[in-house]
């Protein structure tokens, strides 16, 4: 089976297959990993040009990097072709400027046409998928409110996906939504669209729950995957944020469940770190050092 084949097996099993993780454990031990190693482009500090960037994560020993969308394309793929990174996922610049969950219409609007070119970058870039924030609940949004809008836009930027071959993953953040993986699967399937699926960030949950439960109920939904860490001791004392402030394997996350649960559900897709550390060469090193360790276990 191929990976397009993959990802639409993995939309017909639907939620039967969310609630049933043993409908994957029993290929588990045919699973060879075969996971490449990217970094979301925002949490690159070295200092130049794109150029001298793409240059760096290379060196570090990166396969690719996750690009923000609405840059210059050319400079992209100039930096692209000449380093030999590859671009696996594009993440949406203005999904929290301009979120499909707004109460106004033009900016949810203005929120579609920012997806949109972000699928478009994608496409050019040869990346499978975009980062999508669906939307944001606040005292001015309700629950319901966050979850009819944005999927009324979505639904208008599907047939885009479609005919670019371009997968919308919807990340699981601190917006106040999709609190429980069973809500999220949900979310994906009403879609009915092989092109909808999930962007998982293993830190971004600890606060709320076990990344690996996340993993086994979203199964083949998980586009992407988001390598990041939280330390539930450093958010009680100094605040909730603090806990991302915290290197690889030295908080929260139990990276060997984790990665036994990647293998249940036969992921062997990207491994993209959102993590601090990535200012200097021998950061971004430490960064590649770290997840080979995860890749290890």
Known sequence: MNRREFLKAGSAAGLVFALNPAISSANAAETKRRNHRAIMWDTVGVKGSLLEKFKAIKAAGFDGVEMASHLNQEQVLQARDEVGLVVPSVCGSQHWSKPLSHPDPKVRAEGLAALQQTLRDAHAYGASS????????????????????????????????????????????????????????????????????????????????????????????????????FSRKKADKQGKWAGFDVALLEGDDDWPAIVKALDDIGYDGWLITEQPGGDSPAGLKDLVERVDKILAL
């Open 130 to 229: 975009v980062l999508l924030v669906p939307g944001i609940v606040s005292k001015e949004v309700s629950y319901d409110q966050c979850w009819h809008r944005s999927v009324e836009q979505i639904q208008k930027a599907v047939p885009l996906a479609e005919e670019l071959g371009v997968r919308i993953a919807i990340e699981n953040v601190w917006n106040n939504f999709l609190l429980s993986p069973l809500e999220a699967a949900r979310y994906v399937d009403q879609f009915h669209s092989p092109r909808v699926g999930w962007h998982f960030d293993c830190g971004n949950v600890v606060n709320i729950g076990w990344p690996e439960q996340w993993i086994r109920i979203l199964g083949q939904r998980i586009a992407k995957l988001h390598v990041k860490e």
